[in-house]
């Protein structure tokens, strides 16, 4: 399977740049396409189809691919794969029922093939704000599909407006759904990880009082105090305009521990004032323990670029392309470390590349589990085998 990366910052650069890729008898079947929500994501789609490409999409919040970082552009990913290889589904949210839906794709995935594997993509927000529930989608998935089904993937971004995401094909889009470009895993191989890097600051926490996404209290405490002292912001507790989101733009993350053993990143994503609580992207039970994490540094980069050429020792062949799927929340804190990532990543590879930063994140731990992340790196490399 051969790969091409390629950009563009309308419609126009991107069928200059796809008749450039072609010039050689390149012909791709499919395209798998990251787009700020500012583009006209349907001409792309069109221009795409009127070559024979279909394509698997989603929104960004920001995108890029070799050698090249973007906000506000258009990556595209093209394989000259098999059509039998592979197929494209999409299921609408229909009443808020994230587990139906999911179980409707796992049903069609496993209709196509024997065992599937995929890449997956869902409405990061949608309906002026909400946010999807992406642990319901990979509960359910891997209730369905089995413990051992392999998919890596993001939540679609809207550029950090937090209003409307959307995924899509050439014949399709959605504002609440899901979309899963899946593979013959006979024919198709995906090896890759979900990692963070974050190190843990001081002592274990507890989370003592919780509903849902609301943490109330954290060792006993408030659990907005506990935080805004963590990030020395204690002189903004009693101030009602403070908002972590906007005010901060950046939001230092958990570690928390998982029964499995693997850790998980939950980020604080703003505060309820009406209840004093500390509203999360990922639901903290009480009782669950975690660490605040310390300040960024070179570290982070480096353990992902790690772990990846670890992975790819292991394997005998080489790759034909490279997604990444990383969480809207690195840049902001990590800064040009998120770029040391993404352009390591490509070079541990080697291989064609494209990737987007994400409001949530799907992929395996190291030797864990499939899971829902936020605030991770994930990163797969796909393989005709």
Same mark, same amino acid.
């Given at each position: @399977?051969?790969?091409?990366?390629? !950009?563009?910052?309308?419609?126009? *650069?991107?069928?200059?740049?796809?008749?450039?890729?072609?010039?050689?008898?390149?012909?791709?079947?499919?395209?798998?396409?990251? $787009?700020? /929500?500012?583009?006209?994501?349907?001409? +792309?789609?069109?221009?795409?189809?009127?070559?024979?490409?279909? /394509?698997?999409?989603?929104?960004?919040?920001?995108?890029?691919?070799n050698e090249h970082q973007s906000e506000g552009e258009t990556v595209v990913l093209l394989l000259d794969v098999s059509p039998e290889y592979y197929t494209i589904l999409m299921e609408d949210v229909e009443n808020d029922d994230v587990e139906k839906a999911a179980?409707?794709?796992?049903?069609?995935?496993?209709?196509?093939?024997?065992?599937?594997?995929?890449?997956?993509?869902?409405?990061?927000?949608?309906?002026? =704000?909400?946010?999807?529930? =992406?642990?319901?989608?990979?509960?359910?998935?891997?209730? *369905?599909?089995?413990?051992?089904? +392999?998919?890596?993937?993001?939540? #679609?971004?809207?550029?950090?407006?937090?209003?409307?995401?959307?995924?899509?094909?050439?014949? !399709?889009?959605? =504002?609440?759904?899901? #979309?899963?470009?899946?593979?013959?895993?006979?024919?198709?191989?995906?090896h890759g990880m979900a990692t963070h890097g974050w190190k843990p600051l001081g002592i274990t926490r507890k989370v003592t009082k919780s509903s849902g996404n609301k943490i109330y209290s954290i060792d006993g405490k408030p659990a907005v105090e506990m935080y805004?002292?963590?990030?020395? @912001?204690?002189? !903004?507790?009693?101030?009602?305009?403070?908002?972590? &989101?906007?005010?901060?733009?950046? %939001?230092?993350? &958990? $570690?928390? !521990?998982?029964?499995?053993?693997?850790?998980?990143?939950?980020?604080?994503?703003?505060?309820?004032? *009406?209840?004093?609580?500390?509203?999360?992207?990922?639901?903290?039970?009480?009782?669950?323990?975690?660490? &605040?994490?310390?300040?960024?540094?070179?570290?982070?980069?480096?353990? $992902?670029?790690?772990? #990846?050429?670890?992975?790819?020792?292991?394997?005998?062949?080489?790759?034909?392309?490279?997604?990444?799927?990383?969480?809207?929340?690195?840049?902001?804190?990590?800064?040009?470390?998120?770029?040391?990532?993404?352009? =390591?990543?490509?070079?541990?590879?080697?291989?064609?590349?494209?990737?987007?930063?994400?409001?949530?994140?799907?992929?395996?731990?190291?030797?864990?589990?499939? %899971?829902?992340?936020?605030?991770?790196?994930?990163?797969?490399?796909?393989?005709?085998?």
């Amino acid at each position: @399977m051969r790969a091409i990366s390629i !950009k563009g910052r309308s419609a126009e *650069e991107i069928q200059e740049a796809l008749l450039q890729s072609m010039a050689d008898g390149f012909a791709p079947a499919l395209a798998i396409v990251f $787009i700020s /929500v500012k583009l006209d994501r349907k001409a +792309v789609c069109e221009l795409l189809s009127r070559h024979g490409i279909e /394509v698997f999409g989603a929104t960004s919040c920001g995108e890029f691919i070799n050698e090249h970082q973007s906000e506000g552009e258009t990556v595209v990913l093209l394989l000259d794969v098999s059509p039998e290889y592979y197929t494209i589904l999409m299921e609408d949210v229909e009443n808020d029922d994230v587990e139906k839906a999911a179980s409707l794709l796992a049903e069609k995935a496993l209709h196509r093939f024997k065992t599937p594997t995929f890449l997956l993509t869902c409405s990061g927000t949608y309906g002026d =704000g909400q946010y999807f529930d =992406g642990d319901t989608l990979v509960k359910t998935l891997v209730r *369905e599909l089995g413990e051992d089904c +392999v998919f890596f993937g993001g939540m #679609a971004g809207d550029d950090w407006s937090i209003m409307n995401s959307y995924v899509f094909t050439h014949q !399709k889009e959605s =504002g609440y759904g899901i #979309a899963a470009l899946v593979f013959d895993a006979a024919k198709i191989s995906l090896h890759g990880m979900a990692t963070h890097g974050w190190k843990p600051l001081g002592i274990t926490r507890k989370v003592t009082k919780s509903s849902g996404n609301k943490i109330y209290s954290i060792d006993g405490k408030p659990a907005v105090e506990m935080y805004l002292k963590y990030l020395g @912001m204690t002189e !903004k507790t009693g101030d009602e305009s403070f908002d972590i &989101f906007k005010d901060l733009s950046i %939001h230092f993350p &958990f $570690i928390a !521990k998982r029964k499995d053993g693997e850790t998980i990143i939950k980020s604080p994503r703003s505060i309820d004032r *009406e209840s004093g609580a500390l509203i999360m992207d990922i639901e903290m039970e009480e009782g669950s323990e975690f660490h &605040f994490t310390t300040p960024p540094d070179f570290e982070i980069s480096e353990e $992902i670029i790690s772990e #990846a050429t670890t992975l790819k020792n292991s394997l005998t062949d080489k790759p034909d392309a490279l997604l990444i799927f990383s969480c809207a929340g690195r840049p902001p804190v990590l800064g040009p470390l998120t770029i040391m990532e993404n352009e =390591g990543l490509a070079k541990v590879w080697q291989v064609p590349m494209a990737g987007f930063y994400t409001y949530g994140e799907f992929g395996r731990t190291k030797n864990g589990q499939q %899971h829902f992340h936020s605030g991770m790196c994930c990163w797969v490399a796909l393989k005709e085998k």
